[in-house]
């Protein structure tokens, strides 16, 4: 077995209808929510997807397909500590991961404390093994338009 592993994992969710958008498990105020068969978390999908990942266990949709009604308007964070259980079996641990968020609005700054300690809680790490950045797309693509958020996260898993 491998000391470390590596994994990646990206998402994305157009804005639609509603007042909120959920972001690493805390509830964000905004103008739109987003169009999504969970709570189109992209903090925590894209999460699931770099702890996936790293155990090269295929990705969020198949561990949590959008045909089966038990993920409709799912808990993200639900999602997240599935994934933690699958890397506790396989004999791992989170060593860290990072996770950055891209899109205009709403600003992600003012939250990013509050979704490293969800998101810390949810693997069984410290919250200085989370981090949490974000950036714009300077205006252009879908991000820069304001028609969708996207997030990118990274995960290290260490034999535990
Ligand atoms: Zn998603």
């Not at 804005?15 to 739109?32: S, T």
């Not at 997240?80 to 699958?86: G, M, V």
Request: charged share 20%.
């Amino acid at each position: 077995m491998p000391p470390i592993r590596i994994g990646q994992g990206y998402d994305v969710h157009a804005f639609g209808e509603g007042d909120h958008v959920m972001l690493g498990g805390v509830r964000v105020p905004h103008v739109q929510g987003v169009v999504a068969h969970s709570d189109g978390d992209v903090v925590l999908h894209a999460l699931c997807d770099a702890l996936l990942g790293a155990l090269a266990l295929g990705d969020i949709g198949v561990h949590f397909p959008p045909s089966d009604a038990r993920w409709k308007g799912a808990d993200s964070r639900v999602l997240l500590r599935h994934c933690r259980a699958l890397v506790a079996e396989r004999g791992y641990a989170v060593g860290n991961c990072d996770v950055t968020v891209v899109c205009e609005r709403p600003k992600v700054g003012p939250h990013a404390e509050a979704m490293r300690a969800c998101i810390a809680e949810d693997l069984g790490v410290a919250v200085d093994a989370v981090s949490v950045k974000a950036t714009t797309s300077e205006r252009m693509g879908f991000t820069g338009r304001g028609e969708g958020i996207a997030a990118m996260a990274v995960a290290l898993l260490v034999a535990a």
